[in-house]
Nanobody, 114 residues
Framework: QVQLVESGGGLVQPGGSLRLACAASGFTFSNYAMSWYRQAPGKERESVATIRNVGGFTNYANSVRGRFTISRDNAKNTVYLQMNSLKPEDTAMYYC???????WGQGTQVTVSS
């Protein structure tokens, strides 16, 4: 059974940084691409970043490219999202997802505010 546990969210001032982590279990982590999504109040959930399981290839939403970095540690079954130069519009609940599965974790809240 796929389980995803996100952590690392919090309250940060504009321009600040946070590092999110997603611990995965219940499947062979190294065989799957992983994605981060976010959902702001009143908006649809949107894809933020994806990392392939081989080669380390990554994709980013235009709104975060150059500020966010997705990475993974296959030995720890964990995917990360380093978020720099945060903006108020980055405020959302952040979720990780296994590409090809429909499971979601509980998410971690990121609030960017002064």
């Amino acid at each position: 059974q796929v389980q995803l546990v996100e952590s690392g969210g919090g309250l940060v001032q504009p321009g600040g940084s946070l590092r999110l982590a997603c611990a995965a279990s219940g499947f062979t982590f190294s065989n799957y691409a992983m994605s981060w999504y976010r959902q702001a109040p009143g908006k649809e959930r949107e894809s933020v970043a994806t990392i392939r399981n081989v080669g380390g290839f990554t994709n980013y939403a235009n709104s975060v490219r150059g500020r966010f970095t997705i990475s993974r540690d296959n030995a720890k079954n964990t995917v990360y999202l380093q978020m720099n130069s945060l903006k108020p519009e980055d405020t959302a609940m952040y979720y990780c997802k296994v590409v090809g599965f429909s499971n979601w974790g509980q998410g971690t809240q990121v609030t960017v505010s002064s």
